[in-house]
Antibody
Framework: EVQLVESGGGFVQPGGSLRLSCAAS????????MNWVRQAPGKGLEWVSF????????YYADSVKGRFTVSRDNAKNLLYLQMNSLRDEDTAVYYC???????????WGQGTLVTVSS | EIVMTQSPVTLSVSPGERATLSCRAS??????VAWYQQRPGQAPRLLIY???TRATGIPPRFSGSGSGTEFSLTISGLQSEDLAVYYC??????????FGGGTKVEI
């Protein structure tokens, strides 16, 4: 059974940093591209970042480019999102999501809440 | 950036009826559209990919259609468990991957 479990969310002041983790199991993690998607309270879904299985290709949304860094450790089946220079508007539930056949997402974690506030 | 526009924002439907949700892309995305269901308090769940292919385990009352810029998701014989927000997503021309604003289905 495929499982994605995020952790690392919490409360942080503007300008601060957090590192999110996503623990994957039940599939060949290194063979799949992964994504981060976020959802601000009461709002819709916003794609944040993409990383291929080998980490050779990485993309970011313009809203986080230069502040967030995605990485993965295939030996540990872990996906990361390092978030620096956090802003109020980064407040959201952050989901990790596994790439499907196209670039749709067939499995999602339960999400981890990041709150940025002074 | 391709903008995905969903309508209506809210849809009220009685149990057993049919619900039709629409999604329009700002430029052609072929059939690279997925639909997700997000029940209250839950993560999104993939329903449809490739505009019309049901994901594993999705009941046949969910169907998708369309190509180019116009897409629809139809839920036939609506059930109470279908109360959710539904999102379309395009993955034809990215980054960025983009989602529609969502349609809330009320039973």
């Amino acid at each position: 059974e495929v499982q994605l479990v995020e952790s690392g969310g919490g409360f942080v002041q503007p300008g601060g940093s957090l590192r999110l983790s996503c623990a994957a199991s039940g599939f060949s993690f290194s063979s799949y591209s992964m994504n981060w998607v976020r959802q601000a309270p009461g709002k819709g879904l916003e794609w944040v970042s993409f990383i291929t299985g080998s980490s050779s290709t990485i993309y970011y949304a313009d809203s986080v480019k230069g502040r967030f860094t995605v990485s993965r450790d295939n030996a540990k089946n872990l996906l990361y999102l390092q978030m620096n220079s956090l802003r109020d508007e980064d407040t959201a539930v952050y989901y990790c999501a596994k790439r499907h056949y196209g670039d749709d997402f067939d499995y999602w974690g339960q999400g981890t809440l990041v709150t940025v506030s002074s | 950036e391709i903008v995905m526009t969903q309508s209506p924002v809210t849809l009220s439907v009685s149990p057993g009826e049919r619900a039709t949700l629409s999604c329009r892309a700002s430029q052609s995305v072929g059939t690279s559209v997925a639909w997700y269901q997000q029940r209250p308090g839950q993560a999104p769940r993939l329903l449809i990919y490739g505009a019309s292919t049901r994901a594993t385990g999705i009941p046949p009352r969910f169907s998708g259609s369309g190509s180019g810029t116009e897409f629809s998701l139809t839920i036939s014989g609506l059930q109470s468990e279908d109360l959710a927000v539904y999102y379309c997503q395009q993955y034809n021309n990215w980054p960025p991957i983009t989602f529609g604003g969502g349609t809330k289905v009320e039973i």
